[in-house]
């Protein structure tokens, strides 16, 4: 059987669009691969993105909360010593107008004389010893301490100073206690300080 010209170009023409469709199909799925995987890529991009902004939106308010955690936690300790100090200044304030009217009792001489003599006993046996008193006390109880004394002990009054109580020296002014009711005064108000804002905490 003879094959004429039109077979030829006609079996030529199948194995020519039959390559054309094979590399079609071969070209087109690559192409259909390629943009899979871009958007494969794409997506995972996206997701992780998704997750460094969730992660650093949580970050943001993670510092923010602990924040205001610490600017609440400030103002509270500041309330709180605010409301020690005026207590604080209350008590103060209480505990002189005791030492006043202290001051002004009968049981006061008596409380001159122990200072008088606890003081004493702190300077050498025979050591001449200068109490200073304050102006008040040197004129209301002057007589009544003498009788209580032997000449080693001298009374003066004292400067402005002393409120109240007595100060000591001896005779050469090489040895000085303060009873004054200044110097315990802020003895009380140390003792005060340390009971509140170590004792009391943080609750006041």
């Keep these: 059987m003879s094959t ?4 030829k ?3 030529f023409a199948k194995v020519l669009f039959e390559r054309i469709e094979e590399e079609y199909e071969n070209e087109k799925n690559k192409i259909i691969g390629y943009y899979e995987a871009e958007i494969k890529r794409v997506k995972e991009e996206y997701e992780r993105k998704k997750l460094d902004r969730i992660r650093e939106v949580l970050k943001e308010a993670e510092i923010k ?3 205001i955690i610490s600017k609440a936690l400030t103002d509270k300790k500041q309330d709180i010593l605010k409301k020690k100090k005026e207590l604080l200044e209350k008590l103060i ?12 009792q009968e049981g006061y001489g008596e409380f001159l004389i122990n200072s008088i003599t606890e003081v004493k006993n702190k300077f ?4 001449k010893i200068i109490v200073y008193l304050s102006k008040k006390d040197f004129e209301r109880h002057l007589d009544y301490l003498k009788s ?8 003066r009054m004292g400067t402005e100073d002393i409120k109240g109580g007595i100060i000591a ?13 200044s110097s315990l005064l802020e003895e009380g108000k140390s003792l ?6 170590s004792r009391l905490g943080e609750e006041v």
């Design 124 to 127: 050498p046996e025979k050591d």
């Design 4 to 7: 004429t010209i039109e077979d």
């Design 65 to 67: 909360k602990q924040r």
């Design 93 to 104: 304030e209480d505990m002189l107008q005791k030492v006043e009217d202290f001051l002004k």
């Design 192 to 197: 005060l300080a340390q009971l509140l804002f």
């Design 9 to 11: 170009i006609s079996l």
């Design 169 to 181: 020296e001896s005779a050469d002014g090489r040895v000085r206690i303060d009873f004054s009711v």
């Design 148 to 155: 209580k004394f032997d000449e080693n002990i001298e009374f």
